[in-house]
């Protein structure tokens, strides 16, 4: 080589460097002012010409803009330039989650938690692609050591307490909650989430104080979640206080004539719940009241076999309904009660106010489930031979 040569190729060189760098520089800077179509546009046509960190921001441009195929392809562009480059892996397996290739992106979080294994982002990347797959003991080993992480700790906490109820352990779900509570921000969804468990786990172990507290605290936490004001009649329910049911009755009511409960709590709200042997109960209270010409039903209470097969259909409902007929004939407004298995629709000698104290009803519905309170009459559906209504049978009970 000449010095002539020599003296160009030095010169040159330092400003092939200073190029580079202008234009890593120029491509961070539109990926930090959000100028992903810019990126897209100059850079993804040649993006096997550039360095593995420029590719990497052509990569992020793509993933950032939603565009989940183009950017797991511009990954691997930026791994075969450089296959120790740990971001490329894990920012490539959150592509994939969101394409919900879970195995694919496990695989490569795994590959990125090789590469720098003191990288919290990572981990936590790989337990969720396992936590997505329903791998609960690999999700579970990996969040365990994010549990004293100073970003992780409390989504890490939260997401063993999940696991640990998918693997049936409530008693260490119940304590990962309330080691979760510690360690999220009230802000984030996780924490309340974490006292509505509380809440329902204290509630079936039978601490009613743990469980009133939890929910009072969603309550604070969030006042538009009308939901727990639900929860709290049951909690009340639970313990026999009726002038605390009546305050939280009778709030759900003004929210829904001001048109504030939405979904099913709009129609109907659930005010108890307790087992009975190996039978799960819970109770439903309507909205509507009044009176008027019409039947109605006002309290619902399903009764389902704890193994039951099917959980959506109870093996019986015992109700109250408004009889028009009663009332008219007693001068004021008169519910039945009554129960109806399968088709076959019972009538027992409780007249009721709208009001009865839900003591009194768990009471009398115990009695039916005992055997202790008999129906006075029952009717079932009749059909011809063609599936058709064809009128009633009625069964009455002469004892």
């Excluded at 994939?96 to 936590?124: G, H, I, M, S, W």
């Excluded at 791998?135 to 579970?140: G, V, Y």
């Excluded at 839900?358 to 063609?386: C, M």
Aim: hydrophobic share 40%; net charge negative.
């Amino acid at each position: 080589m000449n010095k002539t040569a020599a003296l160009l190729l030095c010169l040159l060189t330092p400003a092939f460097l200073l190029a580079e760098s202008a234009a890593l520089k120029n491509l961070r800077g539109l990926l930090d002012s959000g100028k992903l179509e810019e990126i897209i546009t100059n850079y993804a046509e040649q993006i096997h010409s550039l360095s593995a960190e420029e590719a990497f921001c052509v990569a992020m441009a793509h993933y950032m803009s939603e565009d989940d195929d183009a950017a797991q392809k511009a990954f691997d562009v930026v791994i075969k330039k450089d296959p120790k480059f740990a971001r490329a892996y894990a920012n490539k397996g959150a592509s994939l989650v969101c394409t919900e290739d879970f195995e694919a992106a496990a695989k490569c979080y795994k590959k990125a938690v090789e590469l720098e294994p003191e990288n919290e982002r990572f981990k936590f990347g790989l337990a969720g692609a396992y936590f997505k797959m329903g791998k609960w003991k690999e999700s579970l080993a990996v969040y365990e050591t994010l549990k004293d992480s100073e970003n992780e700790a409390g989504v890490a906490r939260f997401r063993s307490a999940l696991i640990f109820i998918e693997l049936g352990e409530k008693e260490r779900a119940l304590a990962a909650f309330y080691s979760a509570k510690e360690k999220l921000d009230r802000r984030d969804a996780g924490y309340k989430s974490s006292l509505y468990n509380i809440g329902m786990e204290e509630f079936f172990r039978g601490d009613y104080g743990k469980s009133e507290a939890a929910f009072l605290e969603v309550a604070e936490v969030d006042p538009q979640d009308y939901q727990v004001l639900a929860k709290l009649i049951q909690v009340y329910c639970a313990q026999n206080k009726p002038g605390e049911i009546k305050k939280y009755r009778d709030a759900l009511y003004r929210l829904r004539a001001a048109g504030k409960l939405k979904g099913a709590l709009a129609g109907m709200f659930c005010f108890d719940q307790f087992k009975w042997k190996d039978m799960e109960i819970m109770a439903f209270e309507r909205y509507e009241s009044g009176g008027g010409t019409s039947v109605y039903i006002k309290h619902k209470y399903f009764v389902r076999d704890k193994d039951s097969s099917d959980p959506a259909n109870p093996d019986l409902v015992i109700q109250t309904e408004y009889s028009p007929a009663v009332s008219s004939m007693k001068g004021k407004e008169v519910f039945v009660l009554c129960s109806q298995k399968g088709e076959l629709h019972s009538t027992y000698p409780y007249s009721l106010a709208e009001d009865v104290p839900y003591e009194t009803l768990r009471n009398l519905v115990i009695g039916v489930l005992e055997g202790k309170i008999v129906p006075g009459a029952s009717s079932k559906p009749n059909t011809d031979e063609t599936g058709k209504y064809s009128g009633s049978t009625i069964y009455v009970n002469m004892e």
